[in-house]
């Protein structure tokens, strides 16, 4: 008899990519499992940077106008039905187990079935299910051939900021990557984007225009950022539905007021923005969104950071430098090989004055980088220490004994670090 663990060692045994082509094999497993997306009203995020922070506000303001929500995020960070949660709550072991048997027997029948779309498929069955009134699904990669993209008529497509990541597979110019993106958008179906990027903007609004999708960009324009404290910060909306209204975000970063008004313009297709009630109701649920190792405080002194690409590290380097401190800053980092190491390093070295960087490798991973090869590279831009420490724990443990009372470290370069911190130090 399987266990909740036998399920997950199980999955974690999967390819992560498959022979056959997704979404093809997608649609071909759901019709064996009765297409459950079919009887679900979904917002689908897509995105390089911002889509779990977007996924988050729309589910915590969804949630606060008394709905019923599933949310489809990745990667996990601590437990794998993280991934799978109603109203914010991950899905209890037995649920989770329950889909993995249905998927299971579905997938032997046909074959082929990779790790996300394993996972994707069994939230679908539990939200349909849990009879929801909204699925908030986050895309894996890209968006046109990721398997989230057997969503036929999703009640909102929405699409974060893009910048150039996975390159090898989605293409190196910001325009093929937003080409896969806007795969997401379908006929007749409302997107939202963000539109700071203009080479991205064109083809989201060419592609929406084909599609006769309206479609809502979101801008610099679109706010003024007025205040940034150690507690997050706040922002006035300057055109359209809430144009006026000053909006407090719980995160410290600067670019969350653009993630905020996306999922605010996203909430607006839904209208769910109609009355007085339902604003209030939106903008107090966005002051206590949670969305965990996104420039999260876990303990004094201490922030976990999920940047992980160069644009995701600019964004870090631009909050870290406003980032009020009495004493010195630290950076623990560790990346995977795939990622722009040499941009990275370089903006992480010389765009802050970080008093000392520890570097270490995410263990039991084969994408892991050495710590010694990131040391090494850091040490091209860098003339500070650089304290090498193979081992997360160690490296958790020196930088901690280091670090005084009014000193700040930063955590970042890989959500799996952010999860084996939270795991293994926490």
């Given at each position: 008899?399987?266990?909740?663990?036998?399920?997950?060692?199980?999955?974690?045994?999967?390819?992560?990519?498959?022979?056959?082509?997704?979404?093809?094999?997608?649609?071909?497993?759901?019709?064996?499992?009765?297409?459950?997306?079919?009887?679900?009203?979904?917002?689908?995020?897509a995105?390089?940077?911002?889509k779990?922070?977007?996924?988050?506000?729309?589910?915590?303001?969804?949630?606060?106008?008394?709905?019923?929500?599933?949310?489809?995020t990745?990667?996990?960070l601590?437990?794998?039905?993280?991934?799978?949660?109603?109203?914010?709550?991950?899905?209890?072991?037995?649920?989770?187990?329950?889909a993995?048997?249905?998927?299971?027997?579905?997938?032997?029948?046909?074959?082929?079935?990779?790790?996300?779309?394993?996972?994707?498929?069994?939230?679908?069955?539990?939200?349909?299910?849990?009879?929801?009134?909204?699925?908030?699904?986050?895309?894996?990669?890209?968006?046109?051939?990721?398997?989230?993209?057997?969503?036929k008529?999703?009640?909102?497509?929405v699409?974060?900021?893009?910048?150039?990541?996975?390159?090898?597979?989605?293409?190196?110019?910001?325009?093929?990557?937003?080409?896969?993106?806007?795969?997401?958008?379908?006929?007749?179906?409302?997107?939202?984007?963000?539109?700071?990027?203009p080479?991205?903007?064109a083809?989201?609004?060419?592609?929406?225009?084909?599609?006769?999708?309206?479609?809502?960009?979101?801008?610099?324009?679109?706010?003024t950022?007025?205040?940034?404290?150690?507690?997050?910060?706040?922002?006035?909306?300057?055109?359209?539905?809430?144009?006026?209204?000053?909006?407090?975000?719980?995160?410290?970063?600067?670019?969350?007021?653009?993630?905020?008004?996306?999922?605010?313009?996203?909430?607006?297709?839904?209208?769910?923005?109609?009355?007085?009630?339902?604003?209030?109701?939106?903008?107090?649920?966005?002051?206590?969104?949670?969305?965990?190792?996104?420039?999260?405080?876990?303990?004094?002194?201490?922030?976990?950071?999920?940047?992980?690409?160069?644009?995701?590290?600019?964004?870090?380097?631009?909050?870290?430098?406003?980032?009020?401190?009495?004493g010195?800053k630290?950076?623990?980092?560790?990346?995977?090989k795939?990622?722009?190491?040499?941009?990275?390093?370089?903006?992480?070295?010389?765009?802050?004055?970080f008093?000392?960087?520890?570097?270490?490798?995410?263990?039991?991973n084969?994408r892991?980088?050495?710590?010694?090869?990131?040391?090494?590279?850091?040490?091209?831009?860098?003339?500070?220490?650089?304290?090498?420490?193979?081992?997360?724990?160690?490296?958790?443990?020196?930088?901690?004994?280091?670090?005084?009372?009014?000193?700040?470290?930063?955590?970042?370069?890989?959500?799996?670090?952010?999860?084996?911190?939270?795991?293994a130090?926490?």
């Amino acid at each position: 008899m399987m266990n909740y663990q036998d399920a997950v060692d199980y999955i974690d045994q999967i390819p992560k990519y498959a022979d056959s082509p997704v979404p093809a094999h997608t649609f071909s497993l759901m019709e064996l499992l009765g297409n459950p997306q079919d009887h679900l009203k979904v917002i689908h995020v897509a995105g390089t940077n911002g889509k779990g922070s977007i996924c988050a506000y729309i589910t915590e303001m969804l949630v606060e106008q008394g709905l019923r929500v599933g949310t489809f995020t990745s990667p996990h960070l601590v437990r794998m039905n993280e991934r799978i949660k109603v109203n914010n709550v991950p899905v209890e072991d037995r649920v989770f187990l329950d889909a993995f048997l249905r998927v299971k027997e579905a997938s032997e029948k046909l074959g082929d079935t990779n790790y996300f779309e394993y996972l994707f498929a069994m939230a679908m069955l539990i939200y349909r299910d849990a009879e929801i009134d909204y699925a908030v699904l986050e895309v894996g990669l890209g968006g046109r051939k990721d398997a989230t993209n057997v969503i036929k008529q999703p009640a909102v497509s929405v699409i974060a900021s893009i910048s150039l990541d996975h390159t090898e597979v989605l293409g190196d110019t910001i325009a093929q990557i937003a080409s896969e993106k806007a795969g997401i958008i379908k006929e007749g179906c409302p997107v939202v984007y963000d539109g700071c990027q203009p080479d991205a903007s064109a083809v989201f609004e060419k592609e929406a225009a084909k599609l006769h999708a309206p479609a809502y960009g979101v801008d610099h324009g679109s706010w003024t950022l007025l205040e940034r404290t150690g507690q997050g910060v706040s922002f006035r909306v300057n055109e359209g539905f809430l144009k006026g209204h000053t909006i407090q975000v719980p995160f410290i970063a600067g670019y969350q007021a653009a993630n905020a008004m996306v999922a605010l313009t996203a909430l607006n297709c839904l209208n769910r923005l109609e009355t007085e009630k339902e604003v209030e109701q939106a903008l107090t649920a966005i002051t206590h969104t949670v969305w965990p190792g996104r420039m999260q405080q876990v303990c004094p002194g201490v922030y976990l950071d999920g940047a992980h690409n160069s644009d995701g590290i600019l964004n870090f380097v631009e909050t870290v430098a406003a980032m009020p401190c009495r004493g010195k800053k630290y950076l623990l980092f560790t990346a995977v090989k795939e990622k722009d190491l040499d941009h990275m390093t370089e903006f992480l070295a010389s765009r802050t004055d970080f008093s000392g960087i520890f570097v270490t490798e995410l263990e039991h991973n084969d994408r892991a980088v050495s710590a010694e090869g990131l040391a090494e590279k850091f040490r091209r831009f860098y003339d500070g220490p650089v304290y090498i420490c193979p081992h997360i724990r160690e490296a958790w443990e020196q930088a901690m004994k280091i670090k005084k009372e009014e000193d700040i470290l930063f955590i970042a370069g890989s959500l799996y670090l952010v999860g084996s911190v939270m795991e293994a130090c926490l």
